[in-house]
């Protein structure tokens, strides 16, 4: 598996779409590229700071908006600290064939382009990663063995960027391992055989999947590279991140020790919203009643994972351990997920997930876009258990068991036969009328009225117990 090839494949496509629909003023991301005389180029902490805070080393590069004061130009080393550079110093020896996004032909060019990066390991028992160049601030510990590139000195510390290690290492917790060429640092990762370097090991788990940081997963039967042996039983993987040693040897305990929690709300109607670990997704919310994963629990929080048999969907984020029942105390939580039927045959935009009518799915929660809209986007699964958000915006959705819950109306609103503003009206219904809840979405719900099924907008119902 490899994440950090698949994200750069996702974020050259990301930045393809925004160059493409995108006002120009919006579109204006150059990248930088160190060729300057001697080890590299001088940055500074500000636009107007006189003395240079650091140095960052030929071969350094990065991307950076053209947002100029003072002739300097700001990017950010990592989500903490931003560097402030004289464009024209950083790329003064640029030579004229140099292509940033690489092409063929280029390699011999960059094989010769000066580079003063390296790759260094930790040297001692455990040192500290800092956000910034000076301060206490830290994102985590690296124990000896750990490897990275470094890419700039600033003060008494080395700046590093290297598979998911970025920040300031004190130098003297660092030694160097090789001196890299311009291709080793910036090309050769990209290459087919740069992985041949490293040793390659199968995760071996007892069935579940492991954790490894910032919403990745590494399931039962993946292969991965192996970076270094650290110094407390951890392996720095090639791709991304670090994972217990015995995951890797057949020989050893396996177990995940998985630990399990029922999603749990005030009322059955409600649902439990899930704050996610990326940005710019879609928010997510779970049905009262639905089984999740619990990764890790840090004080009131806990970190919980709803995952199909499809593997790549997935549902990840962090919500209050309060509203988690654990053991037998799950049994006792009133299930708000509803069984359906397609009524018609339903693929979605990629054609991922094709079902016929009459397919029988378990609505566990919904989809709620970045953006105010009228289409329902429901979490279901399948009784295979693959996990997908189905859109609802013609009704397609057949509730197969009574509910049992009632709402009341709140003002007088539109009975429709479809979940959408264009839906055929059925009637008009008084405030202070009750419904029967068949399915709830979080734009529209389904309703049962006088005998008459469909749907009306969810803000207008008071869901009752």
Same mark, same amino acid.
């Given at each position: 598996m490899n994440v950090k090839r698949?994200?750069?494949?996702?974020?050259a496509c990301m930045l393809l779409t925004l160059v493409?629909?995108?006002?120009? %003023?919006? %579109?204006?991301?150059?990248?930088?590229? *160190?060729? %300057?005389?001697?080890?590299?180029?001088?940055?500074?902490?500000?636009?107007?700071?006189? !003395?240079?805070?650091?140095?960052?080393?030929?071969? @350094?590069?990065?991307?950076?908006?053209?947002?100029?004061? +003072?002739? #300097?130009? %700001?990017? $950010?080393? +990592?989500?903490? @600290?931003?560097?402030?550079?004289?464009?024209?110093?950083?790329?003064?020896?640029?030579?004229?064939?140099y292509n940033p996004f690489g092409g063929d032909g280029y390699e011999e060019v960059y094989k010769s382009m000066l580079c003063n990066a390296f790759e260094a390991e930790v040297c001692v028992e455990k040192t500290p990663l800092y956000l910034k160049p000076e301060g206490k601030k830290t994102s985590m510990t690296c124990y000896r063995g750990t490897r990275t590139v470094v890419w700039g000195e600033f003060g008494g510390r080395y700046f590093v960027? &290297?598979?998911?290690?970025?920040?300031?290492? &004190? =130098? !003297?917790?660092?030694?160097?391992?090789? &001196?890299?060429?311009?291709?080793?640092?910036?090309?050769?990762?990209? =290459?087919?055989?740069?992985?041949? #370097?490293?040793?390659?090991?199968?995760?071996?788990? &007892?069935?579940?999947?492991?954790?490894? $940081?910032?919403?990745?997963f590494l399931e039962n039967g993946d292969k991965v590279r192996v970076r270094a042996y650290t110094g407390n039983g951890q392996v720095q993987l090639l791709d991304y991140g670090f994972i217990e040693g015995r995951f890797l040897d057949p020989e050893g305990d396996h177990s995940t020790n998985n630990v399990y929690a029922v999603v749990k709300t005030d009322s059955p109607l409600n649902r439990l919203r899930v704050k996610s670990l990326y940005i710019n997704d879609w928010e997510k919310k779970l049905c009262s009643g639905v089984r999740v994963e619990v990764l890790e629990i840090n004080g009131q929080n806990a970190l919980i994972s709803l995952k199909g048999a499809n593997k790549s969907e997935r549902v990840t984020g962090t919500v209050q351990k309060k509203y988690?029942?654990?053991?037998?105390? /799950?049994?006792?939580v009133k299930n708000g997920?509803? #069984?359906?039927?397609?009524?018609?045959?339903?693929?979605?935009?990629?054609?991922?997930?094709?079902?016929?009518? /009459?397919?029988?799915?378990? *609505?566990?929660?919904?989809?709620?876009?970045?953006?105010?809209?009228i289409v329902d986007q429901l979490l279901v699964m399948t009784e295979a258990g693959e996990l997908f958000a189905l859109y609802n915006e013609n009704g397609i959705l057949e509730p197969l068991d009574p509910a049992g819950y009632q709402a009341k109306i709140t003002t007088e609103?539109?009975? #429709?036969? !479809?979940?959408?503003?264009?839906?055929? !009206?059925?009637q008009s219904l008084p405030k202070g009328a009750r419904v029967e809840v068949l399915l709830r979405g979080e734009c529209w719900t389904m309703i049962r009225h006088n005998k008459k099924t469909g749907y009306v907008m969810s803000r207008y119902l008071k869901f009752l117990q």
């Open positions: 698949l994200l750069s494949g996702l974020a493409l629909c995108v006002p120009a %003023a919006y %579109a204006g991301e150059e990248t930088v590229t *160190v060729q %300057a005389p001697g080890k590299g180029v001088e940055v500074y902490s500000s636009y107007t700071a006189k !003395k240079p805070s650091g140095i960052l080393y030929n071969c @350094y590069m990065s991307t950076t908006y053209p947002n100029y004061k +003072n002739n #300097r130009s %700001a990017f $950010g080393l +990592n989500g903490e @600290y931003e560097a402030y550079l004289v464009f024209e110093q950083a790329e003064e020896l640029i030579p004229e064939i960027d &290297d598979y998911g290690i970025t920040g300031f290492i &004190d =130098k !003297k917790h660092l030694s160097k391992i090789a &001196d890299l060429s311009f291709w080793d640092a910036n090309k050769a990762p990209y =290459k087919d055989g740069y992985e041949e #370097r490293f040793e390659e090991k199968t995760v071996i788990t &007892d069935g579940g999947h492991i954790h490894i $940081g910032d919403g990745y988690l029942a654990f053991g037998e105390d /799950g049994e006792k997920c509803t #069984r359906v039927a397609l009524t018609e045959n339903y693929a979605d935009n990629w054609g991922d997930y094709a079902n016929p009518a /009459g397919t029988v799915l378990t *609505v566990v929660g919904c989809e709620v876009p970045p953006t105010a809209g609103l539109i009975f #429709r036969e !479809k979940p959408n503003k264009n839906g055929k !009206k059925i």
